[in-house]
Each structure stands twice: as C-alpha cells, then as structure tokens.
C-alpha cells in the first residue's frame, strides 16, 4: 500500500490531508503546483469490502487503516457461465481497474459526475487525480438527520440519462449513498462508478444496493429505489446479497421463483406510516418492475414533485 504523508509530493501533487477510503482504494486532498485542489486515488493492496478492515466504533477520525462500520464498500464481481464469484482483487487487478476507470470518466462531461483529470503511475502503482468534490455525502446527510431532497435524485436520473444517450456512461452500477456528494450549493455529483473490464468480466458494486449485480441502467434504477426506501425506513429492503442466481443466464422455473422469493420485502409505510403512497410505488417499480428504467423513474418523480 502507498501511504502518503502531508506534505509529501507525489508527482506535481503535494498532499494535504487523508479523506477516506473504500474497498478497493485510499483518497487524499491534495494540490497542483497551481495551489488547485484536487483529489489523489490510490489503490489499495487488495481489495473487497469483506477484506477491509473496519473500525470498532463510528467516529469522525477518518484513518486509511480502517473504514466506518456504517459504511458499505464495494465488492469484486467476477462473472462467470455458471453465475458470479464474489472474491478480491489483488493489487495488480486493482491498478488495472483504476486506469480503467480514470480512461472512462476522463471521457465523461457532467456537471454531476466527478472528473478524473489524469492518471500517472508513482512508484509502480497507479493514481488517479481527479476533482476534488467539496459537501457532503448522502450518508453524511442521512446520519445526521438533515433535510433530503428528491430532486436530488432526479438530478441524478436525468444527468445518467445525459451520459447514456451519449454513449459516455452507460451507467454508474454503485450508487450508494457514500458515493453521492452534495455540494454546499446544493448540487449533486456523483463519485465512485463500479470500476469495470469487459475482457476480465468483473465490475466492482455493493450488492446491498445492485442485489442483482446488475451491469446496466437498472442496476442504478435498483439503488435508487433502495436508497429511498433506507431514507424513508431507515432499513435495507434486503439483508441478504447477492441473490444465488444473479448472473446466471438460465432463467428456469427455479430461479423464477427463486427470485420471486427474494425481492419479498416490507413494504415502506409498513415501516414508516407516514410514507406517501406515490412514493412507496416508487420503490415498489424501482425494486421489482424489469421494465421500469431511468426515463419512468424521472416521469414518476417529476409528477410526485409537482403534486408535493
């Protein structure tokens, strides 16, 4: 692992502080020569949320030995004819996927989505710079009980419809609450899309929030719905991810039912009473409806919006 100290140089870069880190990488704050603010990304050893060490407590010290226990990080994905493997990456798998990334994202133009400016590699590892994003993340907001925007959401919908359409982003595959940045001015950016490679066929996402291991817009329509339905109940619809059959292209009897058993849920006003009625069909479309997409979800909530 490279661990970086402040006031070290890496490259053009001097580092200012640790930020945080997820399953598969460490983020610092640091500056151009220009005194320009950006953010360093720099893979880890190895990686997979059930192999990064984690905190005995939640606590504002962020550390890049540990990560908060309220958080969710990303796992390794490797799909294969007979379904997925769920293991972790190496750190030579990890480099890989963070060029990979980096090439994606510097081809990307949204105000919604975090820019990777450049990527250089820096004592044989390779690091990603990119824009240094100043707010909160959504999990930030959630925990301490502060205000929830559903334009916020549709903010997010319409700029992955954008990136789509475009052929820039066909979609982000780990939304999650960690991954979704609010600015002071009250814009949305997203971070973190699932690190992928089509000729490894792995993509890295958090399976509490693509349950299905998705890899194409519903995956982001899915963590929508799921995230919605942990704001409003303050619980995950589904407490066991993966689903045994996800990636699996069999599509038999067994699995319909399989499938039909898992995606079983309580409903959110069961939870919470005062949930709005539209919006618990919300969910509903988001979580169990194949057919329900980016362009109905920004249908659905632009009317929820107008009649709120």
Not at 147 to 172: C, E, P
């Amino acid at each position: 692992m490279i661990k970086l100290e402040v006031g070290e140089s890496i490259g053009t870069y001097r580092v200012l502080e640790f930020v945080a880190r997820g399953g598969f990488s460490l983020v610092y704050l640091a500056e151009d020569q220009q005194g320009k603010k950006v953010a360093l990304k720099v893979g880890d050893v190895a990686g997979g949320g059930r192999y990064v060490t984690r905190f005995l407590e939640i606590t504002d010290s962020r550390q890049p030995e540990g990560i908060s226990p309220d958080e969710t990080p990303a796992e390794a994905i490797f799909f294969r004819q007979d379904g997925v493997r769920i293991d972790f990456l190496d750190v030579h798998e990890i480099d890989e996927l963070i060029q990979s990334e980096s090439a994606l994202l510097q081809g990307c133009k949204s105000p919604n989505l975090v820019h990777t400016k450049e990527c250089f590699t820096h004592e044989g590892r390779s690091i990603a710079v990119q824009d240094y994003v100043r707010g909160k993340t959504l999990r930030e907001k959630i925990r301490a009980l502060e205000g929830i925007r559903l334009n916020w959401f549709l903010t997010i919908v319409r700029s992955l419809s954008k990136l789509s359409d475009k052929g820039q982003l066909k979609y982000h595959g780990d939304l999650k609450p960690e991954n979704i940045i609010i600015k002071p001015s009250g814009s949305v950016v997203m971070i973190d899309p699932a690190m992928r490679s089509e000729l490894r066929d792995v993509i890295t996402t958090t399976p509490h929030y693509n349950p299905l291991l998705l890899r194409d817009s519903k995956a982001d329509v899915m963590a929508i719905g799921v995230m919605l339905y942990e704001i409003l109940t303050g619980v995950l619809p589904f407490d066991e991810v993966p689903w045994k059959f996800a990636g699996s292209e069999q599509g038999g009897e067994e699995e319909r039912l399989s499938l039909s058993y898992f995606l079983s849920y309580p409903p959110a006003k069961d939870l919470n009473p005062n949930t709005p009625e539209a919006l618990s069909r919300i969910v509903y479309r988001c979580l169990i409806v194949p057919e329900y997409g980016l362009a109905e979800l920004e249908g659905d909530l632009v009317d929820f919006l107008r009649k709120d």
